[in-house]
């Protein structure tokens, strides 16, 4: 069992940053790959970014050149660092961890959010 607890959400400026982190309990960490999606008012969650139990990433094509997806196994974190941040990430941000897909289904253990809001 892994829990998961994000944190860094909050109200940012188009143009501005925010680091999100997610940390995971359990001993098991290092062996799941671990993603963020998101999830905007009436629509569907979406995938963000990624890692791989290895440190490689893979990201939506949305996001690839402004944030970026890291883990600290040592610490049990993953991040996500969000740069040049647009009205329309504004979403509920989930961590998640599983097997590395672009589908949520693929992900056995999830966070309970953190609020991300871009003004313009």
């Known amino acids: 069992q892994v829990q998961l607890v994000e944190s860094g959400g909050g109200l940012v400026q188009a143009g501005g940053s925010l680091r999100l982190s997610c940390a995971a309990s359990?001993?098991?960490?290092?062996?799941?790959?671990m993603a963020w999606f998101r999830q905007a008012p009436g629509k569907e969650r979406e995938f963000v970014a990624g890692?791989?139990?290895?440190?490689?990433?893979y990201y939506a094509g949305s996001v690839k050149g402004r944030f970026t997806i890291s883990r600290d196994n040592a610490k049990n974190t993953v991040y996500l660092q969000m740069n040049s941040l647009k009205p329309e990430d504004t979403a509920v941000y989930y961590c998640?961890?599983?097997?590395?897909?672009?589908?949520?289904?693929?992900?056995?253990?999830w966070g309970q959010g953190t609020q991300v809001t871009v003004s313009s």
């Open positions: 998640a961890a599983g097997r590395p897909s672009y589908y949520p289904h693929e992900y056995d253990y």
């Open positions: 359990g001993r098991t960490f290092s062996s799941y790959a």
């Open positions: 890692t791989r139990t290895d440190g490689s990433t």
